[in-house]
């Protein structure tokens, strides 16, 4: 079964750019789909954008789009989540989560987020 | 794409059942069967509790079910036991590849 681990809390500085990473075991990152949703302290859960196995390409949301960017390494099996030019809103707890899979050499197509990674907080503050 | 509309709070005694409704337009609840339900205790990571609709993950009581009708989308959480305290959350796609999520539901049982 797939299992998530991000990496530690980070404290950033407004203007600054955090990578939050997120570490694969129990498959390889080329079968999964991966996504990154956040959420501010006592707010909702917030979609930030994912990777699409049917066009190959990364899906941002609209809202993040232009400061988000969501790469792989598929020598190490994780994912990374990077923001820039931080500000006081984007402290949160950024998740990544996993949709889609391959499974038997196809891709098998979910639509929803099972499993997350335990999530890592991100505070942005002079 | 905006949130999709949760009560902010819901509440219900042990053994009761409670219901909390999702929200959100035809190009997106109405519009796919891919609604999906999350349990989040404090502090940890969201649990998928329903996906498509009103499919249950292994592991996860039949107490819990989801349906939907138009627009909106449900989950009855039977059979009220105090671990069901937690926050809900419903998520649903939006079409071209995008998901939008619930503003979440504080379920207290008294």
């Known amino acids: 079964q797939v299992q998530l681990v991000q990496s530690g809390a980070e404290v950033k500085k407004p203007g600054a750019s955090v990578k939050v990473s997120c570490k694969v075991s129990g498959y390889t990152l080329t079968e999964l789909s991966m996504h990154w949703v956040r959420q501010a302290p006592g707010k909702g859960l917030e979609w930030m954008g994912g990777?699409?196995?049917?066009?190959?390409?990364?899906i941002y949301a609209q809202k993040f789009q232009g400061r988000v960017t969501m790469t792989e390494d598929t020598s190490t099996d994780t994912a990374y989540m990077e923001l820039s030019s931080l500000r006081s809103e984007d402290t949160a707890v950024y998740y990544c989560?996993?949709?889609?899979?391959?499974?038997?050499?196809?891709?098998?197509?979910?639509?929803?987020?099972?499993?997350w990674g335990q999530g890592t907080l991100v505070t942005v503050s002079s | 794409q905006s949130a999709l509309t949760q009560p902010r709070s819901v509440s219900g005694s042990p053994g009761q059942s409670v219901t909390i409704s999702c929200t959100g337009t035809s190009s997106d609840v109405g519009g796919y069967n891919y609604v999906s339900w999350y349990q989040q205790h404090p502090g940890k990571a969201p649990k998928l509790m329903i996906y498509?609709?009103?499919k249950r993950p292994s592991g996860v009581p039949d107490r819990f079910s989801g349906s939907k009708s138009g627009n909106t989308a449900s989950l009855t959480i039977s059979g009220l036991q105090a671990e069901d305290e937690a926050d809900y959350y419903c998520?649903?796609?939006?079409?071209?590849?995008?998901?939008?999520f619930g503003g979440g539901t504080k379920l207290t049982v008294l």
């Open positions: 990777f699409d196995p049917e066009d190959g390409e990364t």
């Open positions: 498509d609709v009103s």
């Open positions: 998520c649903s796609y939006a079409g071209s590849y995008f998901w939008v």
């Open positions: 989560a996993t949709t889609s899979v391959v499974i038997e050499g196809g891709w098998h197509f979910n639509n929803w987020f099972d499993p």
